[in-house]
C-alpha cells in the first residue's frame, strides 16, 4: 500500500523546469503561488529530492496564515511531513527545510550514507529513515512510500525535481500529475525538463495520461493528468 502521489511542477514553454544553470526561476505568478499553496496545506507530505535541496534550498512551508490555521483548526501540524529523498544523507543540517517551520520532516537515505552525516541530520530534528536494503545505492521509492503510509500519511505532493519525477513515474508510483506551464522559453539542453532520468526507449514502455483539466492562470495554464 502506498498514498495517493501527485506531481506538481512549474515548467515553460518548452518544458524546462529550471535555466540551464539549474538554479531556480520563476515560472508563474500570484494565482499559481496560492494554487500550489492549497495544495500544500491539503498534502499530509510534500517530497523532494537531494537535488532540489542543493539547487534551491526550499522551506516548503505553508505560507498562508489561513491555510495553516485551516491545519491546526483540523488537528494537524501547521506544515504537511516534510521529505528528502537523500541517498547518502547530503542534506546540509542548515537547509531551510530542516530550520524553517514547524512539523516533522523526513529524510530518507539508502544503506549507504555515513553515520555521522545521519547524526547530524538527526541532531538537526530531522527523522533519518533507510528505505531499501543495506546494498542499495539509492533509496528505494517504493519502501519510503509505505513507511509513509505506515506513518498516516495518505496524500503525498512531490514537488520534484527532474529525476526523482522520472523515478517514481518509471516505477509506476505516480497517480496524477499537475503543471503549470509558463509563457516563457527557456532552452538549453541540460536545463532539466519534468521528467529527465534515462527516459523511455519507445512508446509501449511510456505510461500514457488521462486529461483531467486545462485551466488558464496568470499568463499561463495549469494541465492536470491521471497516470493510467
Ligand atoms: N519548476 C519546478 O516546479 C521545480 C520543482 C523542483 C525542482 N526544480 C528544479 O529541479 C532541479 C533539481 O532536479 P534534479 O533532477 O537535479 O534533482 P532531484 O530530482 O531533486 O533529486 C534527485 C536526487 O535524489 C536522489 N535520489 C535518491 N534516491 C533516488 C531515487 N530512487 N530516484 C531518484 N533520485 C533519487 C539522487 O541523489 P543521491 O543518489 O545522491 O541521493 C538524485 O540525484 C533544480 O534545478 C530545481 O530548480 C524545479
Known sequence: MHPFVFI???MSADGKISTHLKKQVRI???LDFHRV???RCEADAIMVGIGTILSDDPSLTVKSEEFRRMRLDSGRDENPIRVVVDSLAKTPPNADILRKGAGRRIVFVSGSAA???VDALRTSGAEVVVAGGQDDARVDLAAALEHLQDTGVRRLMVEGGATLNWSLIERGLVDEIYVYIGSLVLGGSVAPTLVDGAGFS???DAPLLDLISIERMDD???????VL
Not at 499561463?220 to 491521471?226: A, C, D, N, Q
Open 8 to 10: 506538481n511542477a512549474a
Open 28 to 30: 508563474s505568478g500570484d
Open 37 to 39: 499553496d492549497r495544495l
Open 115 to 117: 553515520a555521522e552525516r
Open 202 to 204: 519507445n512508446r509501449d
Open 220 to 226: 499561463g495554464f495549469v494541465v492536470k493528468w491521471r
